[in-house]
């Protein structure tokens, strides 16, 4: 079995910044692409961003130039590098990946989120 877990949500002022990691465990054979996604309260969730094993990225463009997502493929970990924050950046933030597992199961998996909670 092969989990996600998200790290470095925290509340943090308006015009600051956070990282994001998230972390795949388990029985891994690859990982695909990964990304991001956020929810904010009593709204759908949203794409934020997403980056294939070759480090190709893509963003919702709304947010292009302030947030950059990259990975470590030896870690097993993406990150979400968050700048100039704003209040509507307020959410939880789920982490998404693209898994084979060792049973060669393709698989599409999420995090449990991490809060991000930005004031004014």
């Known amino acids: 079995q092969v989990q996600l877990v998200e790290s470095g949500g925290g509340l943090v002022q308006a015009g600051g910044s956070l990282r994001l990691a998230c972390v795949a465990s388990g029985s891994i054979f690859s990982l695909g692409r990964m990304g991001w996604h956020r929810q904010a309260p009593g709204k759908k969730r949203e794409f934020v961003a997403r980056?294939?094993?070759?480090?190709?990225?893509s963003y919702t463009d709304s947010l292009k130039g302030r947030f950059t997502i990259s990975r470590d493929n030896a870690k097993n970990t993406v990150y979400l590098q968050m700048n100039s924050l704003e209040t509507e950046d307020t959410a939880v933030y789920y982490c998404?990946?693209?898994?084979?597992?060792?049973?060669?199961?393709?698989?599409?998996?999420w995090g449990q989120g991490t809060q991000v909670t930005v004031s004014s």
């Open positions: 998404n990946a693209d898994i084979t597992d060792r049973h060669f199961k393709n698989d599409n998996i």
């Open positions: 980056i294939g094993s070759d480090g190709a990225s």
